[in-house]
T-cell receptor
Framework: AAGVIQSPRHLIKEKRETATLKCYPI?????VYWYQQGPGQDPQFLIS???????DKGSIPDRFSAQQFSDYHSELNMSSLELGDSALYFC????????????FGPGTRLTVT | QQPVQSPQAVILREGEDAVINCSSS?????VHWYRQKHGEAPVFLMI?????EQKGHEKISASFNEKKQQSSLYLTASQLSYSGTYFC?????????FGKGTRLSVIA
């Protein structure tokens, strides 16, 4: 079965640079969630989209922005990167027909040096 | 508010059983359980919904006490592959709020 796709899988950036992470949800899933997981931490919700509209906002820094496109893929844009942004970034998707089940992508490991 | 998980860590021998608990200070409409191996994505295990509906893994069971706002995950006859960090999440069809996780290690 098709799963959530994230790219890139690994990304190394320097402080103050920008990064763009991409998420392709499971086909026919219309909701996308972004989570950030620091080393040894639990995943923290950043932002979510339903039908291309922002639906919920969590602890997303102002330096980050995100959007969902007409094909339901989503991009997380991160600017003025800081060392503390180094983390695993997961995207999860769900469908309105079965909204309780969120399926996670493999994640993007971002390292800021 | 973040759910509270216990224990924080547990070590089992193959074949032993374990129980992981998750409790919340606010009303729960659903509880989600995920297992995560180091450096990998959380894998969906189980969801328990208010009213008793339960969906998930065949070999893992869970309970949901709505009144006590608690859920427990039961791992029976553990296998080496069960090792990982188990997270409970609350939130229903909204963004999940995860507990801090329970690290489970199964040894031969």
């Amino acid at each position: 079965a098709a799963g959530v796709i994230q790219s890139p899988r690994h990304l190394i950036k320097e402080k103050r640079e920008t990064a763009t992470l991409k998420c392709y949800p499971i086909p026919r899933h219309d909701t996308v969630y972004w989570y950030q997981q620091g080393p040894g931490q639990d995943p923290q919700f950043l932002i979510s989209f339903y039908e291309k509209m922002q639906s919920d906002k969590g602890s997303i820094p102002d330096r980050f922005s995100a959007q969902q496109f007409s094909d339901y893929h989503s991009e997380l844009n991160m600017s003025s990167l800081e060392l503390g942004d180094s983390a695993l970034y997961f995207c999860a998707s769900s469908s309105r027909e079965d909204p309780y089940e969120q399926y996670f992508g493999p994640g993007t490991r971002l390292t800021v040096t | 508010q973040q759910p509270v998980q216990s224990p924080q860590a547990v070590i089992l021998r193959e074949g032993e059983d374990a129980v992981i608990n998750c409790s919340s200070s606010k009303a729960l409409y659903s509880v989600h359980w995920y297992r995560q191996k180091h450096g990998e994505a959380p894998v969906f295990l189980m969801i328990l919904l208010k009213g008793g509906e339960q969906k998930g893994h065949e070999k893992i069971s869970a309970s949901f006490n709505e009144k006590k706002q608690q859920s427990s995950l039961y791992l029976t006859a553990s296998q080496l592959s069960y090792s990982g960090t188990y997270f409970c999440g609350t939130g229903g069809n909204t963004p999940l709020v995860f507990g801090k996780g329970t690290r489970l290690s199964v040894i031969a």
